[in-house]
T-cell receptor
Framework: AQKITQTQPGMFVQEKEAVTLDCTYD???????LFWYKQPSSGEMIFLIY??????QNATEGRYSLNFQKARKSANLVISASQLGDSAMYFC??????????????FGTGTLLAVQP | AAGVIQSPRHLIKEKRETATLKCYPI?????VYWYQQGPGQDPQFLIS???????DKGSIPDRFSAQQFSDYHSELNMSSLELGDSALYFC???????????FGSGTRLTVV
């Protein structure tokens, strides 16, 4: 069963506007971590933001914030004031279990974001 | 700050050849993960190592093998290469209880 679902294959946003990238997840483990990564056309995987399942507040990192709705099992990424350099593929990923040396990341299928001038 | 180093960055091989990809994790990061990302696909977990022992295994073909050495670097060995093995191969590392995973820049393998 798909554990991470990203329903938006592609999105457009105007420069300087905010955009929300959707992510829903499925797990029966009470302890998990949610991650967002950016992958530009050059291919590297760049960490953006992390949310732990027990975190009370939504994570923020500069222009990135994570809208964490635990009951709905959603972890949407919000990018404020979009820039041309934000154009990239964005992956939502989940780690089940707390920390742990062996807990791999499971990725969603990604959302390709294009920022238009 | 030191990052995860992968070599080579690019590799072109012919069908049925072998390839070895290398990963040098951040110092003291004792867990290494290998991922395969096909064109237009999300990264798929292959295998992981913790303290030089295999800790988890994903969709890794039998033609592939991997190990982690005493200095914590890891190698992914791929034999009898097929056209479908063409992909971006990532190595990532983490420290046991740390939240974060740091990815290398990847090795882009092209099989012709």
């Amino acid at each position: 069963a798909q554990k991470i679902t990203q329903t938006q294959p592609g999105m457009f946003v105007q420069e300087k506007e905010a955009v929300t990238l959707d992510c829903t997840y499925d797990t029966s483990d009470p302890s998990y971590g949610l991650f967002w990564y950016k992958q530009p056309s050059s291919g590297e995987m760049i960490f953006l933001i992390y949310q732990g399942s027990y975190d009370q507040q939504n994570a923020t990192e500069g222009r990135y914030s994570l809208n964490f709705q635990k009951a709905r099992k959603s972890a949407n990424l919000v990018i404020s004031a979009s820039q041309l350099g934000d154009s990239a593929m964005y992956f939502c990923a989940m780690r089940e279990g707390y920390g742990g040396a062996t807990n791999k990341l499971i990725f969603g299928t990604g959302t390709l974001l294009a920022v238009q001038p | 700050a030191a990052g995860v180093i992968q070599s080579p960055r690019h590799l072109i091989k012919e069908k049925r050849e072998t390839a070895t990809l290398k990963c040098y994790p951040i110092p003291r990061h004792d867990t290494v993960y290998w991922y395969q990302q096909g064109p237009g696909q999300d990264p798929q977990f292959l295998i992981s190592f913790y303290e030089k022992m295999q800790s988890d295994k994903g969709s890794i073909p039998d033609r592939f093998s991997a190990q982690q050495f005493s200095d914590y670097h890891s190698e992914l060995n791929m034999s009898s290469l097929e056209l479908g093995d063409s992909a971006l191969y990532f190595c990532a590392c983490s420290i046991g209880e740390n939240y974060g995973y740091t990815f290398g820049s990847g090795t882009r393998l092209t099989v012709v």
